[in-house]
């Protein structure tokens, strides 16, 4: 039986994760990180398997002991917060479990760090990675990138401590309602069809002409679980350590194109008076959401090879298109809960 431990669990891609973990491997033992009783009561009522552990990025020693208990570890809550990455890797440093495996989420946006540092949003780029023939190249840019302690720390840690395992996998732009037990929510897309049900129309960042690589929470939890019960086999070196960098997308879009089919729909619907699809420069996107310039203003285009080919990984759920109008229908009724009956 395996013994799992996952933090971010009452977060969008956290919680669509424990839903999928304990839809595929019911026999393992789940320990789930949460902040406080209310959330251990809200995971406990909706997964009555899984063990909640009361405690937050900061309380190290907790996290330390529950991944040195852990044949798997699964850090969905942040792919930033340093201390408690550090409590992971201490964690693993005395784990007597046979090849623990560390299991880490991180941001697409890694890709667009040259147009964050240059401050050149919604123009389009060509370039288009992959994390199979490309690794060496998505290396090269993690090697460059000081601020991404957490992916640094991860890389490393095979090499201090052979007996462990890690992989990173980057997310994309994420779409979809999540199956976990409080967010359900995701950001960039929600998010623009809020700003144009409240504002009236539209908007993209500069030109709008940048473009993400997407994916739908439930074929990125099915990379998860697939990454898990890999952990438990005889150790596929193409999966792990200096191997262990995933990407997941099932196709790519444009965000001017992703705010002109909002304004459309929201149109169409009477949400909104007019199509009209505006420009806005980074500083508005900044304060209509957190991170707005770079989450809806730059490039982040890849291949996920790696999955496909070591794992037999396929995306099989529903295409962007439909999300964009449930996600409309979605924050028209969390604006105005009379519209709840269109809601699909």
């Not at 667009?112 to 060496?136: L, M």
């Not at 960039?188 to 940048?210: C, E, S, T, W």
Request: positive net charge; charged residues 20%; contains cysteine.
């Amino acid at each position: 039986m395996s013994r799992i431990f996952i933090t971010g669990v009452t977060g969008f891609i956290g919680g669509d994760v424990l839903h999928g973990l304990t839809q595929a491997l019911a026999s393992s033992s789940i320990v789930a990180l949460v902040r406080n009783q209310s959330q251990a009561t809200a995971v406990a009522g909706r997964f009555p398997t899984v063990t909640p552990l009361i405690g937050d990025l900061d309380s190290s020693a907790e996290i330390q002991r529950a991944a040195s208990d852990a044949d798997v570890i699964l850090n969905l809550a942040s792919s930033s917060h340093v201390s408690s990455a550090k409590a992971i890797a201490e964690g693993l440093s005395q784990s007597q479990r046979k090849n623990p495996t560390w299991i880490q989420i991180a941001g697409g946006s890694m890709l667009s760090i040259s147009e964050i540092e240059s401050k050149t949003f919604g123009q389009p780029g060509s370039k288009i990675y992959n994390d199979f023939q490309g690794i060496s190249e998505i290396h090269d840019i993690l090697a460059a990138s000081p601020k991404r302690a957490v992916d640094h720390l991860v890389r490393g840690l095979p090499s201090r401590n052979p007996h462990v395992r890690t992989a990173i996998v980057y997310g994309p732009l994420i779409y979809g309602k999540g199956r976990g037990p409080v967010n359900q929510r995701s950001i960039q897309i929600p998010d623009l069809a809020k700003v144009a049900l409240q504002h009236g129309r539209g908007v993209h960042v500069g030109r709008g002409f940048n473009t993400w690589s997407t994916i739908h929470i439930a074929d990125l939890t099915n990379l998860f679980v697939r990454l898990v019960i890999e952990a438990s086999r005889t150790s596929n070196m193409q999966l792990w350590n200096e191997n262990g960098v995933f990407f997941a997308e099932a196709g790519k879009i444009c965000f001017g194109d992703i705010s002109k089919k909002i304004s459309a729909y929201a149109h169409s619907q009477g949400y909104i008076k007019s199509p009209e699809v505006i420009e806005i420069d980074a500083a508005t996107a900044d304060r209509l959401t957190p991170h707005g310039s770079v989450i809806w203003g730059t490039n982040a285009q890849y291949q996920a090879i790696r999955a496909r080919e070591v794992l037999g990984w396929l995306p099989k759920a529903h295409g962007i298109e439909d999300e964009i109008q449930r996600a409309v229908l979605s924050e028209a009724v969390m604006l105005n809960p009379r519209l709840a009956e269109k809601l699909v």
